[in-house]
């Protein structure tokens, strides 16, 4: 299978950055830049700024997600925001599993699971983050914990459905360090991600299935890291809360 026949997906993760104002302005900036783009552009942004960014994005190419959702539809779960409320307001993808959200708020893989599920009912397109930490690498168990992560998160997810998914591999200890895995460790994970989404499903949708890289991915290394055969676009950090160095990823994805 041509890898040019998966549309690349430059996705931003802003995290806990930007005022509603300062989304406006930002978005406003990469707006020229990244337009006409041969690749999907996403900035996920805080609940806070999706109204602010929807609308500074209206009418362009950049598309707008949330950073999580909760599993449940609606309920006593105070702080929370479910994948209902997120659709409603018109946002088209959520990340789930961050490695943020995993270390520091209690993700597990099966939280991870029932938050993919809640967010595939409410016709969300999710962009689902799996990787290892330094130590799991250190010991030689990266293929498993990445298989694992994917395999739970995935499980009751229906072939159908796989078109709504993309995994974001990102290597913790890459993430917000500077750190980058070569290409070849990423295109090396991306391909175990790739051939266990075959022998869970077939073969043809591991062939379509989106994987991207994630972990300081810049304006300096996109180029080298999205040229290889399993990486099909990024999730990227740091480098999405400026204009230029986004934009210059997306280019070099498209
Ligand atoms: C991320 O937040 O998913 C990420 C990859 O961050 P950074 O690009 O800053 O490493």
Avoid at 49 to 63: H, R
Avoid at 132 to 140: F, H, K, S
Avoid at 179 to 193: D, G, M, S, Y
Avoid at 227 to 251: E, N, P, R, T
Wanted: with cysteine.
């Amino acid at each position: 299978m041509d890898k040019s026949l998966r549309k690349p997906v430059i996705a931003g993760n802003w995290k806990m950055n930007n005022t509603p104002e300062q989304t406006a302005a930002l978005i406003s900036e990469m707006k020229p830049l990244v337009a006409g783009a041969d690749c999907e552009v996403v900035l996920c942004v805080p609940y806070i700024d999706i109204y602010a960014a929807l609308s500074a994005a209206e009418g362009s190419n950049i598309k707008i997600g949330a950073e999580n959702c909760h599993w449940a539809e609606k309920g006593a779960f105070t702080g929370e925001v479910s994948a209902q409320m997120l659709k409603a307001a018109g946002v088209p993808y959520v990340i789930i599993g961050h490695s943020e959200r995993r270390q520091y708020f209690g993700e597990t893989d099966e939280t991870v699971r029932d938050r993919v599920r809640a967010a595939l009912n409410a016709g969300l397109k999710v962009i689902l983050c799996v990787g290892e930490i330094l130590g799991e690498r250190e010991l030689g168990i990266t293929a498993e914990v990445v298989r694992k992560q994917t395999k739970v998160a995935l499980s009751g997810v229906t072939e159908n459905e796989l078109s709504n998914i993309i995994i974001a591999y990102e290597p913790v200890w890459a993430i917000g360090t500077g750190l980058t895995a070569t290409p070849e460790q990423a295109n090396e994970v991306c391909k175990i991600i790739r051939d266990l989404i075959a022998e869970l499903y077939s073969k043809e949708s591991a062939d379509r299935f989106v994987i991207q890289y994630g972990g300081s991915m810049n304006d300096s290394n996109a180029a080298d890291l999205l040229k290889q055969y399993d990486v099909d676009g990024g999730l990227i950090g740091g480098a999405s809360l400026k204009a230029d160095k986004f934009a210059a990823i997306v280019k070099a994805a498209c």
